[in-house]
């Protein structure tokens, strides 16, 4: 399902969760605590209790006043029909022993790791300034699809964290060189503690900001054209009317996570999501 030459686009859209095809794998085999995301603390490989038996949300249109924003922002890329439907070739968790739901919840989070590195490797791969490590982004890119592609068990006792660190080296390489291309100073922000950061109409094009801590920032007009976003915490961030043309690295879930306008300007990567039309 994801072989090796993949066209950009069709690669994205086999990256983004397709709940129709997954037995409800993210709404039970995660962990939530009790928070401002998700209303009640639920434990592992537990069934949320608002999981339908037909794999369907019993709150989904109700889900923010419920206390379950959290559910609204998340996407597995794919991973939740990836392990349904190849990794355990379609078999519910429901029907089958307990020995295999567990084992298939085990593998879920794996698999949604591995699909996000996908993720960042095929956007890699879609930036020209990137065409000198291209060869090498492509290697990863097959390698951590083989990776997607093992069994249960062989996913069980992957160590992912080794795989991704190997892979962010270059990744890390990709950044430096789609950055080069913005004139001027270029902002280092990486990891910087940004929580409620005054940064209206800031110029941060071309910026590193991988895994800043950017909750609720004013970035409303800031300029981000450019920027390096892997893993910045952007929940409750205020992208309205912020320019992030060319921002790289970008996930939907970090973006559905902020507030933002029909104003703001995004990536070909992402999708406006639909609670900051409603707000606009
Ligand atoms: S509230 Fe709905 S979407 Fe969220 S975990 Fe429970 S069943 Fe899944």
């Known amino acids: 399902m994801l072989n090796g030459m993949r066209d950009h686009q069709a690669g994205r859209a086999e990256l983004r969760g397709d709940c129709e095809r997954c037995f409800g794998l993210c709404c039970v085999a995660l962990p939530f605590s009790a928070s401002a995301d998700f209303a009640v603390d639920k434990a592992a490989g537990t069934p949320c209790r608002n999981l339908r038996e037909d794999h369907r949300c019993g709150i989904h249109a109700r889900l923010r006043q419920k206390g379950f924003t959290g559910c609204t922002v ?18 519910d968790w429901r029907t089958g022993p ?5 084992r298939m919840f085990e593998v879920f989070p794996v698999v949604r790791q591995l699909h996000e590195l996908l993720w960042y490797l095929t956007e890699a791969l879609a930036l020209p300034a990137a065409r000198p490590v291209h060869a090498e982004l492509r290697e990863a890119l097959e390698k951590t699809e083989e990776l997607t592609a093992g069994t249960p068990e062989e996913l069980a006792g992957l160590d992912v964290a080794a795989h991704r660190q190997e892979v962010n080296v270059l990744l890390l390489r990709t950044s430096e060189l789609a950055r080069a291309g913005t004139k001027g100073r270029r ?31 004013d970035l409303t007009g800031a300029d981000l054209r ?7 915490d952007l929940r409750d961030a205020d992208l309205t009317d912020a320019d992030l043309t060319g921002a790289f690295f970008l996930t939907q879930p970090q973006l559905n996570a902020a507030r933002g306008s029909a104003g703001t300007r995004l ?14």
């Open 74 to 91: 998340y996407d597995c890329f794919g991973a939740g029909q990836q392990v349904s439907q190849i990794t355990f070739g379609g078999q």
């Open 98 to 102: 307990p020995e295999r739901a567990r």
């Open 187 to 217: 902002k280092d922000r990486r990891g910087a503690d940004l929580m409620g950061a005054r940064l209206k109409g800031a110029d941060l094009r071309g910026a590193s900001l991988r895994g800043a801590y950017l909750i609720a920032a």
């Open 226 to 232: 450019g920027a390096d976003l892997i893993g910045a």
């Open 267 to 280: 990536p070909g990567s992402v999708t406006r999501p639909g609670h900051w039309t409603a707000q606009a």
